[in-house]
């Protein structure tokens, strides 16, 4: 199975800050990765696909890049609306995998 | 609008079994391979299960292989989730969704149905 390995597990930044959150794959998943956003007692929600591309009305602020097996989420300037637990998903075999998930607290 | 509903959640005592559906509407359903994800309590995201948009192809996290069954009625438009020998550690809000694949990548899910497992 393709263990993702997602990190930090915990992130405190601020309103306009620049935060970057990182997913490393244990072998090549190509870029098929996707980013989600998850709020408490909600669904998540879809923000990256395919490592970096956009998912329709997700701001652009919301940016994601590969690097070999190391994925990265970049959010350019934080907003209130942006914390929010964070999770990558590899869709390159299956079973599918998720990392273990970043929460974005306010500092 | 796509609407997935799940239902079929509630209390089981170790040992039992349960049926989750999931009702989709608002997209052709038959076209896409569709998953269930769970989420213990406080816990991350933890995918269980998906299947083909034909149903001729299953595919089960080891957690679950041999225990869990999932299937898809498309002339009914619901994708399901038999669940046996269920355990403590099973506890969590099981999500319906389509699953992202190497061709399709729709974002679609439901609102999730909760499955607590405790004597």
């Known amino acids: 199975d393709i263990q993702m390995t997602q990190s930090p597990s915990t992130l405190s930044a601020s309103v306009g800050d620049r935060v970057t959150i990182t997913c490393r794959a244990s072998?090549?998943?190509?870029?098929?990765l996707a980013w989600y956003q998850q709020k408490p007692g909600k669904a998540p929600k879809l923000l990256i696909y395919?490592?970096?591309s956009l998912e329709s009305g997700v701001p652009s602020r919301f940016s994601g890049s590969v690097s070999g097996t190391e994925f990265t989420l970049t959010i350019s300037s934080l907003q209130p609306d942006d914390f929010a637990t964070y999770y990558c998903?590899?869709?390159?075999?299956?079973?599918?995998?998720f990392g273990q998930g970043t929460k974005l607290e306010i500092k | 609008e796509v609407q997935l509903l799940e239902s079929g959640g509630g209390l089981v005592q170790p040992g039992g079994s349960l049926r989750l559906s999931c009702a989709a509407s608002?997209?052709?359903?038959?076209?896409?391979?569709m998953s269930w994800v769970r989420q213990a309590p406080g816990k991350g995201l933890e995918w269980v299960s998906a299947?083909?948009?034909?149903?001729?192809?299953?595919y089960y996290a080891d957690s679950v292989k041999g225990r869990f069954t999932i299937s898809r009625d498309n002339s009914k438009n619901t994708l399901y989730l038999q669940m046996n020998s269920l355990r403590a550690e099973d506890t969590a809000v099981y999500y319906c969704?389509?699953?992202?694949?190497?061709?399709?990548?729709?974002?679609?899910w439901g609102q999730g149905t909760l499955v607590t497992v405790s004597s």
């Open positions: 395919d490592a970096s």
């Open positions: 969704a389509t699953q992202m694949t190497t061709v399709t990548k729709v974002p679609y």
């Open positions: 072998q090549s998943i190509s870029f098929w």
């Open positions: 608002g997209f052709i359903f038959s076209s896409y391979a």
């Open positions: 299947i083909s948009g034909s149903g001729g192809s299953t």
């Open positions: 998903q590899q869709y390159y075999s299956y079973p599918v995998t």
